[in-house]
């Protein structure tokens, strides 16, 4: 079904005319309601005037002046991280301060496949053998009671950096940054994990700075250098990209363009991406790779390459991430396949369960991920080895499903669980699976059918004498694209096939003629096989209205608009 969005055309055409820009891009703010006052800080955010307060989050004050301790009396700080990019640019942020500070460090991120999610006692027995007294846990900790607040850790201070949503009770620990901890009162909760821990340096070099640390011996950093990590790690884990987190990505994405860090320069080179890095590159090129590492191989590998500045050990990982990444999606379509097929058994219900023997446990994410995108419903994909079920949960944007694990685990149907609004964690018994099902069912009931329905929505209706190097530059103002704040849609009217080439067995190349005689480009990802790419290819020569986005093709270094085609419908 498709839907043109409602635009308030009288206060789209006041945005055009008292801030001189062109009506589409008036009409396109206004429909990410975007206020008049504010339309100058979306298009020209100033950086220092869009960085949040660190001291509105609770504990910043009581972690700073525990860190400051060990930074002056010079003793070891340990780092533990989750494996995901969110994770691991989070660990490095802190290494780049801490080892710029002189400080001693040691980073510990758990194993993915063998050890799961979050602190373990491999890791806190390590730091305790190794006598550090202070110890970061970013990206992860918020819910791991069992560990944290074990007596054989009670010498050691631990500092959880973390935005996952917490239960109505924390850890017994030293401090807890997280502003979606139970009690926060601030309103940063859309902050990823990296963006935290920027917001705790920012904070602890202030305090460092008032208390005269800095020196002609002791230099102060440049935090800004390192927002290329917040970047990445901001988009890669699907936070909104509004207000705070726009703003980190502005930048980062200026400093990757910079190429100052040579691994992720290095990436961006192994993957051929010829023009300036978009968000969309860092979502959909570079953190798949980074990920890749945890999901099949070595979960520390994205931490080292990010802290690295040997080349020649950047360049062996970063071709051995490439590779993992390859071997990831062999894997991930075999189990994809046999995911689908129980899907397809479900669609009458508001999510989807589904469950396999061994299926690679490292891939599930991206399984719940093209299910949620397939079936418009949430999906929890488990893999069970023997009685025990790891699971990985994906939403949508109307359902938190973080929020419906965590009460499952309260209720004593999961051995532990939680996440956040679009994503969740789960480990099960085998004998609880019905009793979850039932679970889900119940709390799946009072949503709406209307919220499953699939719907896309459009911008704007498109006249193909539009598309054209000025429409291409009022949606570059747009940039970054993500979710919270999406890359336009248009609905493209009245264009004629006339020819199609098949790429990869998987992807259809479609050259399309108007009525104008204008000749146009598109692409229709992933579509051969489906009705969709059926009907592309078996109607040469017929019209359709198209429902795309777009972008720009550099092909043979001429500059070009090129739909992304992902609908289609026959004028008749």
Aim: glycine share 6%; proline share 3%; hydrophobic share 40%.
């Amino acid at each position: 079904k498709w839907k043109i969005k409602k635009c308030d055309e009288r206060k789209s055409l006041m945005i055009s005319q008292r801030h001189n820009l062109s009506i589409m891009l008036g009409k396109l703010l206004t429909l990410r309601d975007i206020k008049e006052e504010q339309v100058q800080n979306f298009l020209n955010p100033i950086f220092k005037n869009n960085i949040p307060n660190p001291f509105e989050l609770k504990d910043m004050n009581k972690s700073i002046k525990r860190t400051i301790k060990n930074i002056i009396n010079k003793k070891k700080i340990g780092i533990i991280a989750d494996y995901d990019v969110d994770g691991s640019t989070s660990a490095a942020l802190l290494h780049n301060f801490f080892s710029f500070l002189k400080c001693s460090i040691s980073v510990k991120i758990p194993d993915r496949l063998n050890e799961g999610y979050g602190p373990n006692k491999r890791i806190m027995d390590e730091f305790a053998k190794e006598k550090i007294n202070l110890v970061f846990s970013v990206d992860c900790g918020t819910t791991s009671f069992e560990i944290l607040d074990h007596s054989n850790y009670k010498e050691i201070d631990v500092i959880i950096i973390d935005h996952h949503i917490s239960e109505n009770k924390l850890p017994n620990i030293y401090s807890i940054i997280n502003p979606n901890r139970f009690d926060e009162k601030s309103k940063l909760n859309d902050l990823a994990a990296v963006g935290v821990t920027f917001l705790f340096i920012v904070g602890l070099r202030k305090i460092l700075r008032e208390n005269n640390y800095f020196d002609d011996k002791n230099i102060e950093p440049n935090l800004l250098k390192n927002l290329d990590l917040v970047a990445l790690g901001t988009v890669c884990d699907v936070v909104n990209l509004s207000d705070y987190n726009r703003n980190f990505v502005i930048k980062g994405l200026e400093i990757i363009k910079k190429r100052t860090h040579k691994g992720i320069s290095q990436i961006i080179d192994n993957s051929n991406i010829n023009h300036s890095p978009t968000a969309s590159d860092l979502s959909f090129i570079i953190g798949p790779q980074l990920n890749a590492a945890s999901r099949v191989d070595d979960s520390f590998l994205p931490y080292k390459l990010l802290v690295s500045n040997n080349l020649i050990e950047i360049e062996t990982i970063t071709k051995k991430i490439f590779l993992l990444n390859e071997k990831r999606k062999l894997i991930e379509s075999n189990i994809y396949d046999q995911a689908l097929v129980q899907a397809k058994k479900q669609v009458n219900k508001k999510f989807l369960l589904v469950y396999g023997l061994g299926w690679h446990k490292g891939i599930l994410g991206i399984i719940a991920s093209r299910l949620v995108e397939r079936f418009n419903k949430p999906a929890i994909v488990i893999s069970f080895d023997q009685n025990i079920g790891i699971g990985s949960a994906r939403s949508i944007k109307q359902i938190d499903l973080g929020n419906i694990v965590l009460l499952a685990k309260l209720e004593g149907l999961l051995l532990s669980g939680g996440g956040h609004k679009m994503a969740a964690g789960l480990k099960i018994q085998k004998n609880l699976l019905d009793k979850f099902y039932q679970y889900l069912l119940q709390s799946f009931g009072q949503f709406s059918e209307s919220l499953f329905q699939k719907i896309n929505l459009y911008d704007v209706k498109l006249s193909v004498d539009e598309i054209n190097l000025d429409l291409l530059e009022n949606l570059e103002n747009l940039e970054p694209f993500g979710n919270g704040n999406e890359e336009p849609k248009f609905i493209v009217q009245g264009l004629r096939i006339n020819h199609c080439k098949i790429l990869k067995e998987k992807h259809i190349l479609i050259f399309f003629r108007s009525d104008y005689g204008m000749d146009i480009k598109g692409i229709s990802f992933n579509s051969f096989g489906t009705n969709l790419g059926e009907n592309l290819i078996n109607n040469k020569s017929s019209k359709f209205d198209f429902g795309c986005s777009i972008k720009k093709d550099c092909f043979n270094g001429m500059l070009k608009p090129q739909l992304i085609i992902e609908d289609a419908m026959p004028v008749y």
